[in-house]
């Protein structure tokens, strides 16, 4: 007689190195695969509008991987799964493990009230947020040490595994329709995300095959310059939703450099990168307070602003804030749901220390518009640039965004890109058009305060009064 097991996806829409599935699969099982969207249990975290869209495309891939078997469901898990057993007479449930603090709490309260099999895999992470500790047994604070002895001194990631060539499905009707969930929204600002992201695993082996091949040598400089579209691996939605795992670009990386294709100090900076998301991870799984609390704690009694609708807030989000490189940064959020990591940092400076708005409204912002908001890294990543988070950038590390830009964006590529009202003003003034004679701006049709803002601070006072603050948290201890 043959046996049901139900494999619920949710963080691992693939089925290369998906462990939940093959386990099934290689013990006999049919499967009925079940995604379940489940906004009841997330609360504050569902999913924001940039993640649902690709949510929905993602769903869409996977269910033509699956023949179109996938069954689709709306609500609180924790109530849909066992009426699905008891409907379907399921043997088994399997699935991959996520490690978000709410998801932890249902999963952990649905395997304790199942009777049947129950079991989970890792497909998320090169190494379970429990295996790296110290020789205390705490959880490491400090990158390095965390990634080189807690990381590699543990073991190396484990190989990736092929897609199962045969898949046994159990007989099913009521699978349910993607359309049903209503990802998409209903003003379509995100029309141009389908221009620049293929969802789905195949859009995902795409991705990591070009970065390889066209990124991946000269990555540990080059991954600086937002001016550049090779320059990042641009894997990071494709991580977060599973749709391929950590260990296969660990792994491929490698062999590109054993090939000889690529220098070894390139594929060890990626490497290390994977190596921050996987610290982040270990973050929130051991301080799962971090999304809302100051890991370091005389930071609360900094005096950020809160408000939600300050006029400066309003201007960052919009892309409006008069400063190239942010407007730039910020757009290219709002029309590709993404943003290059350097010029997070550089947009997180501004709003955190030369605005002093709290770290809680770039995270939210973030949140809703990035299609890899990803709890652990949004989280950490906006700790870190506001200086109280772990392993954090000192708050006295101020990013100018002039420099930056003038760095990073040597050629004004990147701003004339996103910001097209500068298109035509001369490099040597593109990040700092204030400072631009006036025949210069009248040549290139720019009217600061007219066709383009003037900058809503002052950054070399802001910077000081930033500065000043922090100073203020040091004389109260």
Not at 268 to 295: A, K, M, V
């Amino acid at each position: 007689m043959s046996k049901t097991a139900i494999i619920w996806f949710r963080q691992d829409l693939r089925l290369t190195d998906n462990p939940a599935l093959i386990h099934a699969l290689q013990n006999g099982y049919d499967i009925v695969p079940l995604y379940i969207l489940d906004d009841d249990n997330a609360d504050d975290w569902a999913m924001g509008g940039a993640s649902r869209w690709w949510l929905h495309h993602s769903l869409q891939s996977l269910n033509k991987s699956l023949g179109g078997n996938l069954v689709i469901r709306n609500g609180d898990a924790a109530q849909i799964i066992p009426k699905l057993i008891k409907d379907i007479k399921v043997d088994a449930i399997f699935w991959n493990r996520c490690y978000e603090p709410w998801r932890i709490k249902r999963d952990k309260s649905i395997k304790e009230s199942l009777e049947i099999e129950t079991q989970s895999f890792n497909a998320s992470l090169l190494w379970e947020p429990w295996e790296p500790m110290k020789p205390d047994g705490t959880p490491y604070k400090v990158f390095t040490p965390f990634y080189r002895k807690g990381c590699l001194g543990h073991s190396q990631p484990a190989e990736t595994q092929s897609a199962p060539k045969d898949i046994s499905y159990a007989a099913f009707d009521a699978r349910g329709d993607i359309d049903d969930l209503k990802l998409l929204p209903d003003i379509s600002w995100d029309a141009g995300f389908k221009d620049y992201w293929q969802p789905g695993e195949d859009g995902a082996r795409a991705c990591l095959k070009s970065f390889l091949g066209n990124g991946l040598s000269g990555y540990k400089e080059n991954r600086n310059r937002p001016d550049d579209e090779h320059s990042t691996s641009r894997l990071s939605p494709h991580l977060h939703f599973g749709e391929i795992s950590p260990r296969q670009c660990w792994h491929d990386a490698r062999a590109v450099q054993a090939a000889g294709d690529a220098p070894e100090n390139d594929v060890d900076h990626f490497c290390s990168e994977l190596g921050w998301r996987e610290f982040s991870y270990t973050q929130l799984y051991h301080q799962p307070h971090i999304t809302w609390e100051n890991l370091q704690e005389k930071f609360n009694i900094f005096p950020w602003n809160a408000q939600r609708d300050s006029k400066d807030l309003k201007a960052w989000q919009k892309g409006q804030t008069g400063i190239p490189i942010v407007d730039a940064a910020m757009r290219q959020l709002w029309q590709t749901g993404w943003m290059h990591n350097r010029c997070r940092m550089i947009v997180g400076s501004l709003l955190v220390k030369n605005l002093m708005i709290h770290w809680h409204r770039g995270e939210e912002w973030f949140w809703d518009c990035l299609i890899d908001a990803d709890l652990a890294n949004n989280a950490a990543s906006w700790q870190w640039i506001a200086g109280c988070g772990a392993d954090a950038a000192p708050y006295f590390r101020i990013f100018n965004p002039v420099t930056q830009g003038e760095k990073f964006d040597p050629d004004g590529d990147y701003v004339r890109e996103f910001v097209p009202e500068l298109k035509d003003m001369p490099a040597k003034y593109i990040h700092s058009p204030w400072d631009a004679p006036n025949d210069v701006l009248q040549k290139a049709g720019v009217t600061l305060g007219d066709t383009y803002p003037a900058p809503i601070v002052d950054l070399k006072k802001s910077r000081q009064r930033a500065l000043d603050a922090f100073t203020s948290l040091k004389d109260a201890a």
